[in-house]
T-cell receptor, first 111, second 112 residues
Framework: NAGVTQTPKFQVLKTGQSMTLQCAQD?????MSWYRQDPGMGLRLIHYSVGAGITDQGEVPNGYNVSRSTTEDFPLRLLSAAPSQTSVYFC??????????FGQGTRLTVV | AQSVAQPEDQVNVAEGNPLTVKCTYS??????LFWYVQYPNRGLQFLLK??????LVKGSYGFEAEFNKSQTSFHLKKPSALVSDSALYFCAVRSYGQNFVFGPGTRLSVLP
């Protein structure tokens, strides 16, 4: 039982490049979410999904795209990276009222 | 709308002393309340949760939290702090079927 697996752990992008952060869970959770963590701001919700084929925007969705074709996977796409997207990104999954399980995070730097 | 406040950016406590990390929340409906801990360069780890039942919730590593509905608070406590408890602590709230909302975090430093 691997829990929530995020890849890569570290990434450096140039402004304007695109990339996909991968997230997979093996707990059959219906809820999956992406957060970004910035100093002093806690975790802010980017996008979330309540099941395969269903996604919605969170607090800070601009510049990001998601899809949920399977229960297990929830990739986050950066369409055209900007320095303001330098952050630590966390994927999480949960049942509808349970606690969330988090991945180890992706530290992204955009130069 | 749901919201969480953690009024202290930093809490310092001497090893062996009791510690409290404060959290207040706002949510429509019955709240599900959580505490998570984050060690450097790691993801968030679940400590404890309140869903229903006894207002005093016990969790991992000797931590506990008390749900106070009238004060809309869910403070994290530990009777005797350890240096290894030094970390970033997040309070979170959700309603049934809703997303988590996290507080800004409180950095706990336990001094030897």
């Amino acid at each position: 039982n691997a829990g929530v697996t995020q890849t890569p752990k570290f990434q450096v992008l140039k402004t304007g490049q695109s990339m996909t952060l991968q997230c997979a869970q093996d707990m059959n959770h219906e809820y999956m979410s992406w957060y970004r963590q910035d100093p002093g701001m806690g975790l802010r919700l980017i996008h979330y999904s309540v099941g395969a084929g269903i996604t919605d925007q969170g607090e800070v969705p601009n510049g990001y795209n998601v899809s949920r074709s399977t229960t297990e996977d929830f990739p986050l796409r950066l369409l055209s990276a900007a320095p303001s997207q330098t952050s630590v990104y966390f994927c999480a999954s949960s049942y509808s009222r349970g606690d969330a399980f988090f991945g180890q995070g992706t530290r992204l730097t955009v130069v | 709308a749901q919201s969480v406040a953690q009024p202290e950016d930093q809490v310092n406590v001497a090893e062996g002393n009791p510690l409290t990390v404060k959290c207040t929340y706002s949510v429509s409906g019955n709240p599900y309340l959580f505490w998570y801990v984050q060690y450097p360069n790691r993801g968030l780890q679940f400590l404890l949760k309140y869903i229903t039942g006894d207002n005093l919730v016990k969790g991992s590593y000797g931590f506990e939290a008390e749900f106070n509905k009238s004060q809309t608070s869910f403070h994290l406590k530990k009777p005797s702090a350890l240096v290894s408890d030094s970390a970033l602590y997040f309070c979170a709230v959700r309603s049934y079927g809703q997303n988590f909302v996290f507080g800004p975090g409180t950095r706990l430093s336990v001094l030897p």
